[in-house]
């Protein structure tokens, strides 16, 4: 019979780990790579595995990868310590690992801020790929937005993961800086070019794009937040490039 291995990267995680390992607590492996809590992670995980590995950051995609290099199972679940699988995953799966015609399935994802689900815009739910083959599939080795490759065909699940990004304005707050820092320094790597005029073009698209177009404004008072966020993430990226200036002088104090 088929063995499932399920993945999960994390660092100072203590508010969501536990809830994440409960929704996947069903699986025949789970492996967790630490890259050096100092909040309590590492143990709650190891509550539920023994398999816990503490690993030197070294970017999304060679952690993921790292830990994709430890699992066994003939099929690996990659989720984030944020994410929960919801009820039913265990028996959709199950049943694709008896008999699959596809070695990779995508997996509804629905993103919650600040306790709502969000429903429209940017943020409105998307599909992630998350279980494939182990060998069939990898991480690309992308510093920031990584994501699965497999050498076969993709299909689809229907029970869906909670992603539970947002908890707080707060961390809405250090989480834009912290993914706006790390996309604006891989731009500027590559040698890409911009121009004040074109920041604020880009900063206004991506604000009536989520918050118009794709219905933001449906969500209230979170749909705002977040069409703004996304907007000031745009602006300060293109801007620190046209200025070439590091990505934390873009970004007010």
């Known amino acids: 019979m088929s063995r499932l291995s ?7 995680e203590v508010q969501q780990i536990k809830a994440c390992l409960e929704s ?6 789970i492996i967790v790579v630490d890259s050096g809590s100092t909040d309590g992670t590492r143990e ?18 060679p952690q993921k990868n790292h830990a994709l290099s430890l699992a066994t199972g003939d099929w690996v679940f990659s989720i984030d310590a944020d994410e929960r699988a919801e009820r ?5 799966v199950r049943r694709l690992m008896l008999q699959s015609d596809h070695v990779g399935y995508e997996v ?12 429209f815009g940017d943020w409105g739910g998307d599909q992630v790929l998350r279980l494939f083959q182990r060998e069939h599939g990898r991480f690309t080795d992308d510093a920031v937005h990584e994501r699965i490759v497999v050498d076969g065909s993709i299909g689809k699940l229907r029970t869906p993961l909670e992603h539970h990004t947002i908890r ?9 800086r912290y993914y706006t820092e790390l996309t604006t320094r891989l731009a500027q790597e590559k040698g890409r ?10 900063g206004i698209w991506a604000f009536l794009r989520g918050y118009v177009f794709k219905g933001g404004f449906l969500d ?5 937040q977040v069409a703004m966020g996304q907007a000031k993430s745009v602006w300060w990226r293109y801007a620190a490039i046209a200025r070439g200036t590091s990505p934390e002088q873009a970004m007010p104090s």
């Open 193 to 202: 070019n911009a121009s004040l005029f074109s920041a604020a073009a880009h």
């Open 24 to 29: 996947i607590s069903w699986a025949d492996e």
């Open 6 to 12: 399920v993945i999960i990267i994390c660092r100072d």
């Open 108 to 119: 509804p994802r629905c993103n919650w801020f600040c306790g709502r689900k969000i429903r």
């Open 44 to 61: 709650i995980a190891e509550g539920f595995t023994p398999h816990v590995h503490e690993v030197e950051w070294k970017g999304f995609g």
């Open 220 to 224: 209230g008072r979170c749909g705002w």
């Open 88 to 92: 039913g995953m265990e028996q959709e």
């Open 168 to 176: 707080t304005l707060e961390q809405h707050r250090d989480k834009m």
